[in-house]
């Protein structure tokens, strides 16, 4: 069976910037790439299909593949945690600036 590395590499090269992105927290590129997930898995796919791949490889990047959706999964849940919150407390500092607005105009002279 002859490898054939091309699909790997760029299989590989998506995982790396995929964690890249999830490391810097670059959600934007995150969408992005995620969007390449499918078109550079499905070449990889084809060549295991043809036999011009070996099970073993194309079976470990796929588990990096999955155990990288899992964490950014993870880190996206956190980050969408961490933004909820934030806005509580913009929220909250809103509604404390119109008590003090309203308590301080109506003061009597």
């Known amino acids: 069976m002859t490898e054939a590395p091309n699909g790997l590499q760029s299989l590989d090269q998506l995982i790396e910037s995929l964690d890249q992105a999830l490391t810097d927290k670059d959600w934007d590129r995150l969408s992005e790439l995620n969007l390449q997930v499918k078109t550079t898995v499905a070449p990889v796919m084809a060549q295991l299909e043809a036999g011009e791949l070996s099970v073993e490889p194309v079976r470990e990047r796929l588990e990096r593949l999955q155990a990288f959706c899992d964490e950014a999964s993870a880190g996206a849940t956190e ?31």
Do not use: C, F, I, M
Request: aromatic share 4%.
């Open 79 to 109: 980050a969408r945690k961490e933004a909820e919150q934030a806005l509580k407390g913009v929220n909250r500092n809103r509604n404390a600036a119109r008590a003090y607005q309203n308590v301080s105009g109506n003061r009597p002279k």
